[in-house]
């Protein structure tokens, strides 16, 4: 059974950091590119980051300018997501997503960033 | 950035048939931006229903077909069921740029 688990979410103070994780499972992680989606609350979908099978390429939106950091460590089969320097409006569900196509996605974890 | 437009919400009769479309601000879409269609129901995770325009996973309802249609991604529904009744986005890839989902439709079922 294929599996993706985020972790790592939590209530933080504005200016802080967090490291949220994917646990993948049931396929072969290596191969695939892996992305990061996010959903504020009562909002849509907005596209976050994504990474090569290797970590050799990574992509982000814009917007971030570089307030987050998407890694991955294939030996464990984890996805990775540094956020930096979090604003109220970082507050979302944090989604995995991969497997090809991203076919697979996880259940979310939620970041809430608030004083 | 590239803006990604859909109708925000569209209602179809059970067993009927509705079309949702998804448009950009950069001109007419084209197989070349990989149009993709997800599901989110209420408090759940989304499912990937199309990729690349017309491609289905295996999970992927026979009801549900994607295409291009008047310069925009379009997914049809045909007999809709009101298992249907859901959130609806598409995600558009740019050369050079990054993918921009579009903001949703809202399909009832009613």
């Known amino acids: 059974e294929v599996q993706l688990v985020e972790s790592g979410g939590n209530l933080v103070q504005p200016g802080g950091s967090l490291r949220l994780s994917c646990a993948a499972s049931?396929?072969?992680?290596?191969?695939?590119?892996m992305t990061w989606v996010r959903q504020a609350p009562g909002k849509g979908l907005e596209w976050v980051a994504n990474i090569r099978p290797d970590g050799g390429e990574r992509n982000y939106v814009d917007s971030l300018k570089g307030r987050f950091t998407i890694s991955r460590d294939n030996a464990r089969n984890s996805l990775y997501l540094q956020l930096n320097s979090l604003r109220a409006e970082d507050t979302a569900v944090y989604y995995c997503?991969?497997?090809?196509?991203?076919?697979?996605w996880g259940q979310g974890t939620l970041v809430t960033v608030s004083s | 950035q590239a803006v990604v437009t859909q109708e925000p919400s569209l209602t179809v009769s059970p067993g009927g048939t509705v079309t949702l479309t998804c448009g950009s601000s950069t001109g007419a879409v084209t197989s070349g931006h990989y149009p993709y269609w997800f599901q989110q129901k209420p408090g759940q995770a989304p499912t990937t229903l199309i990729y690349?325009?017309?491609y289905k996973h295996s999970w992927t309802p026979a009801r549900f077909s994607g295409s291009l249609l008047g310069g925009k991604a379009a997914l049809t529904l045909s007999g809709a069921q009101p298992d249907d009744e859901a959130e609806y986005y598409c995600l558009l890839s740019y050369s050079g740029a990054r993918p921009v989902f579009g903001g949703g439709t809202k399909l009832t079922v009613l």
């Open positions: 690349d325009t017309t």
């Open positions: 049931g396929f072969t992680f290596s191969s695939h590119w």
């Open positions: 997503a991969g497997g090809g196509q991203l076919r697979y």
